[in-house]
Structures are given as structure tokens and as C-alpha cells.
């Protein structure tokens, strides 16, 4: 059974840094591909960013300079820093894996204030 388990979401101003974990229960973790995806209010779910088996990484053009995803095979974990908040950063993030079929975890709230 794949679980995916999302921490460090939170409320934070505008410029603020906010760092997400996501802990993946799979094996051989590191062969795989790792995303996190976020959902505005009223908005369809889009990716944000990507990383792959071997390090290379994706980035949707509106984070770009800002947002760096990360992993670390030993703990089974990918992260997102996600520095310069911006108003339209809110949403709820989700990391998500395919393996069969596309599994995701349960979100972490990230709320940007003004």
C-alpha cells in the first residue's frame, strides 16, 4: 500500500519561506518520479513541480526562482521550499506518485497573508 503523508503547511505574510515535506511509503522509492501539485480556492489542481529518479527537476513558470523541490531517497521524503510567497501561492498542496496508478496524499493547507 502506497501512502503519501504531507507536513508543513501553514499561514505565513507575503515573502515568507515555507518548507513542505511529503513522507512516501514505497519501495524502492528512489526510482521514482515525485510531484507536488497545489489547489486554489475555486481552481483546478495543477502541478507545480516535478522531480525525477535521477535529480532533474520541473518547475510551472509561475515558481520559477522561487519554489525548489528536493529529495532525499534515504528517508523515503521530497520536499518543496517555497521562498517569496506570493497572495496567489495559497492553496492546498499535495505530493503525489505514480506507481500502477497515481497515488496522493491527504494536502497541507499553505495560506499567504498580505
Known amino acids: 500500500q502506497v501512502q503519501l503523508v504531507e507536513s508543513g503547511g501553514g499561514l505565513v505574510q507575503t515573502g515568507g519561506s515555507l518548507r513542505l515535506s511529503c513522507a512516501v511509503s514505497?519501495?524502492?522509492?528512489?526510482?521514482?518520479?515525485m510531484d507536488w501539485y497545489r489547489q486554489a480556492p475555486g481552481k483546478q489542481r495543477e502541478l507545480v513541480a516535478s522531480?525525477?529518479?535521477?535529480?532533474?527537476?520541473n518547475y510551472v513558470d509561475a515558481v520559477k526562482g522561487r519554489f525548489a523541490i528536493s529529495r532525499d531517497n534515504a528517508k523515503n521524503t521530497v520536499y518543496l521550499q517555497m521562498n517569496s510567497l506570493k497572495l496567489e501561492d495559497t492553496g492546498v498542496y499535495y505530493c503525489?506518485?505514480?506507481?500502477?496508478?497515481?497515488?496522493w496524499g491527504q494536502g497541507t493547507q499553505v495560506t499567504i497573508s498580505s
Open positions: 522531480i525525477f529518479s535521477g535529480g532533474a527537476t
Open positions: 503525489s506518485i505514480y506507481s500502477t496508478r497515481r497515488y
Open positions: 514505497i519501495r524502492m522509492f528512489s526510482v521514482y518520479s
